[in-house]
T-cell receptor, first 111, second 115 residues
Framework: QKEVEQNSGPLSVPEGAIASLNCTYS??????FFWYRQYSGKSPELIMF????GDKEDGRFTAQLNKASQYVSLLIRDSQPSDSATYLC???????????FGQGTTLQVKP | DGGITQSPKYLFRKEGQNVTLSCEQN?????MYWYRQDPGQGLRLIYY???????QKGDIAEGYSVSREKKESFPLTVTSAQKNPTAFYLC??????????????FGPGTRLTVL
């Protein structure tokens, strides 16, 4: 089992829809969870982080964390073609503090 | 502007050559990291440093070396021992453990190609 798992996609949604990106992790002691967006050929940029169970909202983005289920998700409301990118989930290791990255989910928003 | 810079943006290496990738940050971050990304893959940690003059191997350190003589700088050398070095190399920095959320921020990356 991979430490951080994401469906590689592509996930295709129409413009204006809600895109839901999911991530599961194996380290029960993990305390920090991050979502990065990576456009093709570019470096990852931080979208948001979450530490507590529940939801955290920032503009069109909502991160959801369920530690009991070891599951973190990212919702993108009113998806735009400019949201088309690969979304990387990263989880902080409880032992080392290092980030463990998933392989990313490719999102395609169709006009 | 605060941020992380990497140079060069593109680098071509001949077989058997060592090359050094530069990473500089002016965010006053204690921790710095090097990752490698292959097409369609996630990020794999090569080396990291949590404080000046100290660094640790990551998951794929073989064929690479680093130094951390200054807080601002964390250069990565790709040696001839690295059998498949063609990849996108990403440098990141973070405030450091014990200083609140240890969020990593990335530089623009260096794309290395072996000819």
């Amino acid at each position: 089992q991979k430490e951080v798992e994401q469906n590689s996609g592509p996930l295709s949604v129409p413009e204006g829809a809600i895109a839901s990106l999911n991530c599961t992790y194996s380290d029960r002691g993990s305390q920090s969870f991050f979502w990065y967006r990576q456009y093709s050929g570019k470096s990852p940029e931080l979208i948001m982080f979450i530490y507590s169970n529940g939801d955290k909202e920032d503009g069109r983005f909502t991160a959801q964390l369920n530690k009991a289920s070891q599951y973190v998700s990212l919702l993108i409301r009113d998806s735009q073609p400019s949201d088309s990118a690969t979304y990387l989930c990263a989880v902080g290791s409880s032992n080392t503090g290092k980030l463990i990255f998933g392989q990313g989910t490719t999102l395609q928003v169709k006009p | 502007d605060g941020g992380i810079t990497q140079s060069p943006k593109y680098l071509f290496r001949k077989e058997g050559q060592n090359v050094t990738l530069s990473c500089e940050q002016n965010l006053n971050h204690d921790a710095m990291y090097w990752y490698r990304q292959d097409p369609g893959q996630g990020l794999r940690l090569i080396y990291y440093s949590q404080i000046v003059n100290d660094f640790q191997k990551g998951d794929i350190a073989e064929g690479y070396s680093v130094s951390r003589e200054k807080k601002e700088s964390f250069p990565l050398t790709v040696t001839s021992a690295q059998k498949n070095p063609t990849a996108f190399y990403l440098c990141a920095s973070s405030p450091g453990r014990g200083q609140g959320p240890d969020t990593q921020y990335f530089g623009p990356g260096t794309r290395l190609t072996v000819l």
